[in-house]
T-cell receptor, first 114, second 110 residues
Framework: GAVVSQHPSRVICKSGTSVKIECRSL??????MFWYRQFPKQSLMLMAT?????????EQGVEKDKFLINHASLTLSTLTVTSAHPEDSSFYIC??????????FGPGTRLTVL | GEDVEQSLFLSVREGDSSVINCTYT??????LYWYKQEPGAGLQLLTY?????DMKQDQRLTVLLNKKDKHLSLRIADTQTGDSAIYFC??????????FGTGTRLTVIP
């Protein structure tokens, strides 16, 4: 089956620093990747839709200058949390879509900002 | 926007059946999904149902869809301790976006 990886799985950083999270589709090409954020004991919230070779589409309320998304190839999308603050601490999950509309999720990255 | 709701908690005894319910508001949903999330992990797709189906069975899992009432359920037969997790329903309406419910935390009591 299709496999999506994320790196790192866990990251701790200081306030004000930037953190990059990678999402890779290992055995298929994904024209579209999605970034979700999950707050403790809450559901997943779609942050943005990332299309290879074009600018990401951000959901309402998500700051595009704070959460930079780059989808440089059909197998890699990156999310950079810039000038991180403690309230950015969360579980970030990516998913990659196939032409059949099925989505495959990465294992998630837990970000802790001190 | 789309609104997907689930009850937050469910406890069952090992060996019993679990039924997790979900309601949604968007009548144009094409697919409805059930995902399982184990502690600290990402989402695992359990099963999905196309909106023109009423029922889908996959081993211990049975999905029922009442499109008129916009109600989706997941039944897990012979629930095991390894089934303890958070279960999310999600609907796909329009493009590739998925809209998730709040998740139901299933606790299986040995």
């Amino acid at each position: 089956g299709a496999v999506v990886s994320q790196h790192p799985s866990r990251v701790i950083c200081k306030s004000g620093t930037s953190v990059k999270i990678e999402c890779r589709s290992l055995d298929f090409q994904a024209t579209t990747m999605f970034w979700y954020r999950q707050f403790p004991k809450q559901s997943l919230m779609l942050m943005a839709t990332s299309n290879e070779g074009s600018k990401a589409t951000y959901e309402q309320g998500v700051e595009k200058d704070k959460f930079l998304i780059n989808h440089a190839s059909l197998t890699l999308s990156t999310l950079t949390v810039t000038s991180a603050h403690p309230e950015d601490s969360s579980f970030y999950i990516c998913s990659a879509g196939l032409a059949s509309d099925e989505q495959f999720f990465g294992p998630g990255t837990r970000l802790t900002v001190l | 926007g789309e609104d997907v709701e689930q009850s937050l908690f469910l406890s069952v005894r090992e060996g019993d059946s679990s039924v997790i319910n979900c309601t949604y508001t968007d009548s144009s949903s094409t697919y409805l999904y059930w995902y399982k999330q184990e502690p600290g992990a990402g989402l695992q797709l359990l099963t999905y149902i196309f909106s023109n189906m009423d029922m889908k069975q996959d081993q211990r899992l049975t999905v029922l869809l009442n499109k008129k009432d916009k109600h989706l359920s997941l039944r897990i037969a012979d629930t095991q301790t390894g089934d303890s997790a958070i279960y999310f329903c999600a609907e796909k309406a329009g493009a590739n976006n998925l809209f998730f419910g709040t998740g139901t935390r299933l606790t299986v009591i040995p």
